[in-house]
């Protein structure tokens, strides 16, 4: 089966390309790497070859139409405007007074902005030519691009994310408990979900257990980060930091001496002219750990949660859940993931359509969102309120409304007011030649 790679020449497509080749099933037979920066691709193309040295087929191209013939599974992991757009999302946001994060707030907005267009000129090809297919989607902000996807593509694109698998991992660890044995309540959008219940074969929930104990909540890295989890009765994405500190972290973001995106734009860079001058993997891999490290440090030491936990036998990380379902769906072997679907009645707060994240029975039919209990109360309003602006990108995307994307700023929780939503769309669009469709 042929896997297509859209950002093939993206900084983790050999952790992917890793994963597979310790697929003893080769799910997988042939990999087709596609990107728009053939330099990229080629120095990926080189890294592989010295992860596999040939085990696993690879080929690379800059022609989407070939990329897409013949596959399987299309994996979409693009950054449209690069990191150059991260670094004016991150930037632009800072200077109006709110948080540019990637995928969260007015940076996230930006980057949807940009990512939803390309994603749907994708998703078209995909229809035309690879209609069998399944997408993956990784593209972020991913559940807002699933969301878009799926209005072309249906139940066949699937979005992913790392965080929530890593969170239950850490929670299930910390319980002493296997995932097998437990049912898990996580539900929520993408960068935005809640843990609230696992529950065993007696139908005990042994959440509380945890939350009620200090010393072991502070064994995992949620519980360090946030203060109030047992009030909450829930243990929170990572992400939500960003909503319940938002004045610290907007702070911690200020002061520290680079943003995320700055930062990793000089280290890719490095990155790439050393994987070309010098031994691909070491430099690559180098790199990664050091990415790794560095991974929501300003959220780590506002907190004093410390050291990123690294625990490279555990089979976390996005290409662990890009293998899981491409497994369960190609080999038809059911499995139990935290998916990025559409609701079709999972949360009763939103409609059927709204791409939620949730938990998912994946067999060769599809993944299928499982029932969960209601979201916490104190989850609701934040949910609806980041559905709805989710829903105004979409709008401004279709229309080419500066508008819309407008109140899709003033809509989001972290920017909550139109003046400011204004000045916002309006710096990105001087800044990023992607956004000049908002007129
Ligand atoms: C996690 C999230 C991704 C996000 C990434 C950012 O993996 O799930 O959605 O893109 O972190 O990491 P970075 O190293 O780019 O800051
Ligand atoms: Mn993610």
Known sequence: MQLTILGGGGFRVPLVYRALLADQERTISEVVLYDVDAGRLDAIRRVLAALGGGALPVRATTDLDEALTGAAFVFSAIRVGGLRGRVVDERVALAAGVLGQE???????????????????????????????????????AGLVTEAMSGLLGDRVIGICDSPTGLVDRVL????????RVRIDYAGLNHLGWLYGVHDAAGRDLLPGLLADEPLLQTIEEGRLFGNLRELGAVP????????????????????????????????????????????????????????????????SLTGAGEREQDESRPAGY????????????????????????????????????????????DARGAAPLPVAPLPGHAVDLV???????????????????????????????????????RLVDAYRAELPELAYLT
């Open 384 to 422: 609806r309120a980041v559905k709805a602006t989710d829903r105004l990108i979409l709008a401004a995307v279709a229309t080419g409304s500066r508008d819309a994307a407008v109140r899709a700023m003033a809509t989001h929780p972290l920017v909550g007011d139109p003046e400011i939503g204004a």
């Open 237 to 300: 994405n990572e992400y939500l930091h960003y909503y319940y500190d938002p004045a610290g972290t907007l702070d911690a973001v200020r002061s520290a001496p680079q943003t995320r995106g700055a930062f990793l734009r000089e280290q890719q860079e490095r990155c790439y002219h050393e994987i070309a001058a010098r031994e691909p993997l070491e430099a690559w891999r180098d790199a990664w750990r050091e990415r790794e490290a560095t991974y929501m440090s300003e959220n780590r």
């Open 103 to 141: 995928t969260v707030g007015a940076g996230g907005i930006a980057y949807g902005l940009r990512s939803v267009p390309e994603s749907l000129r994708i998703a078209d090809r995909v229809a035309a030519l690879a209609p069998d297919a399944w997408l993956i989607n990784f593209t972020n902000p």
């Open 319 to 362: 290409e662990g859940v890009a293998l899981a379902v491409m497994r369960a769906l190609a080999r038809d072997e059911p499995a139990t993931l935290i998916l990025d679907v559409r609701n079709r009645g999972t949360l009763s707060i939103l409609d059927d359509d709204a791409v939620v994240e949730v938990p998912c029975r994946v």
């Open 173 to 180: 660890k910390a319980l002493r408990v296997t995932p097998d």
